[in-house]
């Protein structure tokens, strides 16, 4: 009986502590956004906020991941990946903010991006893990559900974020111009990969998954955005990045969330089984037919030729099998 209440009690202590970690680090956000946003507190604190606390939150983040790694068997694996990715995200703005962040024009290939571009890899991972995890079984119906619903996403994004870095990276370095392409290809990437998911759980993909989806898709929305605006010259340094400080803190509190147990994927009938397919191909179709009145570029051509493709395969998979 006393063991028993010695570990209610450390629970106890240990919720109170994890309310004033979150506590402190919402109002560090909130500080932040305000100042970014609204100018609060005046350009004085433009390092302290932009680049102090910016990169603290970053740290903070990746250090909840680990924690949860450490003390949470289930999901240590994933969680350690997820927590690496934003690790080295945190590093890559630190050395962006100790060796260029006074520099302008700003230098571009640098040091920071190694540690930026290797959050796409690990984070993959680490998605990939939790998928084996929380879902079991493979019904390939289901997964092709889940492509065309990642590429619908990869239509817009390509062509508003893909094809623009895509037609404006013609200056510079080879690597320069790799590593312009390459973030944008991430993004979409883990996009396509957070709808996908959903589409494995059927729409209901619970607490723990929403909230992870969030912070990655509030991630690469504020990624994407960056791309655009720093090939074109026109990114406002410092003036949103409270939004990477926010996706990093949702991916933080989803590891915190209670796991979801480990389940088949979702079986679905009647119009709930046929609604997805039928809306991207839909989509698909109505873009292909603009495409023909007005001028598309080549690279949303071709994602939306893909999701038509997925008509035939989606039919072949599910015709009914003769005895």
Not at 85 to 91: D, N, P, Y
Not at 217 to 241: E, H, L
Request: a negative charge; one cysteine or more; hydrophobic letters at 55%.
């Amino acid at each position: 009986m006393a063991a028993a209440g010695e570990r209610a009690a450390l629970r106890v202590r240990g919720g109170r502590r994890g309310s004033l970690v979150a506590g402190v680090l919402v109002a560090l956000l909130a500080a932040e956004a305000g100042h970014e946003a609204f100018g609060i507190g005046g350009s004085g604190l433009d390092t302290f906020f932009d680049q102090g606390v910016h990169d603290f939150l970053f740290f903070a983040a990746a250090g909840l991941c680990f924690l949860r790694a450490v003390t949470v068997k289930a999901g240590r694996g994933a969680w350690t990946m997820i927590g690496l990715s934003l690790l080295t995200s945190a590093f890559g703005e630190l050395v962006w903010s100790v060796f260029y962040a006074g520099e302008s024009p700003a230098p571009f290939p640098t040091a920071a991006d190694g540690f930026w571009l290797a959050y796409y890899p690990l984070v993959g991972v680490g998605l990939a893990l939790l998928v084996r995890e929380r879902i079991e079984g493979f019904e390939l119906d289901r997964w092709i559900d889940g492509i065309a619903a990642a590429l619908i996403v990869a239509t817009p994004a390509v062509a508003y974020v893909f094809q623009p870095v895509l037609e404006e990276s013609h200056h510079g370095s080879t690597l320069g111009r790799a590593i312009e392409l390459t973030y944008p290809v991430g993004d979409i990437l883990v996009l396509g990969a957070v709808i996908g998911i959903f589409a494995l759980t059927a729409w209901r993909p619970g607490r723990m998954w929403l909230l992870l989806g969030l912070g990655l898709a509030t991630f690469a929305i504020a990624d994407s955005v960056n791309s655009v605006q720093t090939i074109r010259g026109i990114y406002p340094q410092g003036t949103y990045d409270y939004v990477w400080s926010l996706a990093m803190l949702l991916i933080a509190y989803a590891a915190w969330q209670p796991d979801p147990p480990r389940a088949p994927p979702v079986h679905l009938v009647g119009w709930r089984e046929v609604a997805l397919p039928i809306a991207c191909q839909m989509v698909a179709a109505g873009i292909q037919v603009y495409g023909i009145f007005h001028h598309i570029p080549e690279s949303e051509r071709i994602v939306t030729s893909a999701i038509l493709l997925l008509v035939v395969v989606q039919l072949w998979v599910t015709r009914p099998r003769a005895l």
